[in-house]
Nanobody, 124 residues
Framework: QVQLVESGGGLVQAGGSLRLSCAAS????????MGWFRQAPEKEREFVAA????????YYADSVKGRFTISRDNAKNTVFLQMNSLKPEDTAVYYC?????????????????WGQGTQVTVSS
């Protein structure tokens, strides 16, 4: 099993920045692609960004391209999401996820492990 714990969420004004972290523990050798998803109230959980095991390949939702950056530190089993130029529509619970698959455009349902989420609220 793999355990994922997110941190770094909070309240920020529009235009501000936050950096989310996701620490993995357990059988981390199983993890390849790691991703971030988000879920706003009464909406489905949606993809935000993903990164390959090497960190060389990344993939972003159109809504966050140019504003968010995903990265990972394999030595620390941690993945990050740097969020800049935040908008009120970015308000959601952000979830970290990991999969044994290798392609960065893997579907949401193909992620094997999920964290509990961290709340991000952007005020206007």
């Amino acid at each position: 099993q793999v355990q994922l714990v997110e941190s770094g969420g909070g309240l920020v004004q529009a235009g501000g920045s936050l950096r989310l972290s996701c620490a993995a523990s357990g059988r981390t050798f199983n993890m390849n692609v790691m991703g971030w998803f988000r879920q706003a109230p009464e909406k489905e959980r949606e993809f935000v960004a993903a990164i390959s095991r090497s960190g060389l390949r990344t993939y972003y939702a159109d809504s966050v391209k140019g504003r968010f950056t995903i990265s990972r530190d394999n030595a620390k089993n941690t993945v990050f999401l740097q969020m800049n130029s935040l908008k009120p529509e970015d308000t959601a619970v952000y979830y970290c996820a990991a999969t044994i698959l290798r392609q960065v455009d893997v579907r949401r349902d193909d992620y094997n492990y999920w964290g509990q989420g961290t709340q991000v609220t952007v005020s206007s």
